[in-house]
């Protein structure tokens, strides 16, 4: 997996780490949030300005020879990460598409660990497992994997 995050740029906790951060001096709470590419961490980043620290996770999606086995491993990977970059406090995370996959991973592996999530945001991604804490979903409006494509007052899945 490191092969494919060696170009990223951004501040890591050592050489071999896969979770890169960027405006790390910001004096926001950090956000922890899954992509695909670096690209979009980039324009998040910018987005969301330079006291804004993030750190950026790189999913499994276009990557040849993934399989649903390999997602837990690396969730708890970036799960024991996320824990030397924050080993006290509570954590925000988010995915975009399958990145919302691993960081609910992620973030079931953190809880499973003592820790609190103060909030998951999920883009592009509807998780049907069980989760205890606060869940923002967001959905494009033309995307093809939003629900409300298929269904149509979607808050109605949630009561």
């Not at 992509?35 to 499994?60: C, D, K, T």
């Not at 390999?70 to 006290?88: C, G």
Request: glycine share 10%.
């Amino acid at each position: 997996m490191i092969t494919f995050l060696t170009g990223w740029r951004g501040k890591r906790l050592h050489s071999n780490s896969l979770v890169v951060g960027i405006n790390t001096l910001g004096e926001l709470p950090p956000l922890f949030w899954c992509v695909q590419g670096q690209e979009e961490l980039v324009i998040l980043s910018e987005a969301l300005g330079e006291n804004q620290p993030i750190y950026g996770m790189r999913s499994l999606s276009n990557i040849s020879g993934k399989n649903q086995s390999h997602t837990k491993p690396l969730a708890k990977q970036y799960a024991r990460e996320l824990l030397e970059l924050k080993p006290e406090g509570d954590f925000n995370l988010g995915g975009f598409c399958e990145g919302g996959s691993f960081i609910f991973e992620v973030a079931m592996e953190l809880q499973n660990k003592g820790r609190h999530i103060s909030l998951l945001c999920l883009h592009d991604r509807f998780v049907e497992n069980k989760y205890s804490g606060r869940v923002v979903f967001f959905f494009c409006q033309d995307s093809m994997s939003s629900l409300y494509l298929f269904i149509f007052v979607l808050e109605l899945v949630w009561y």
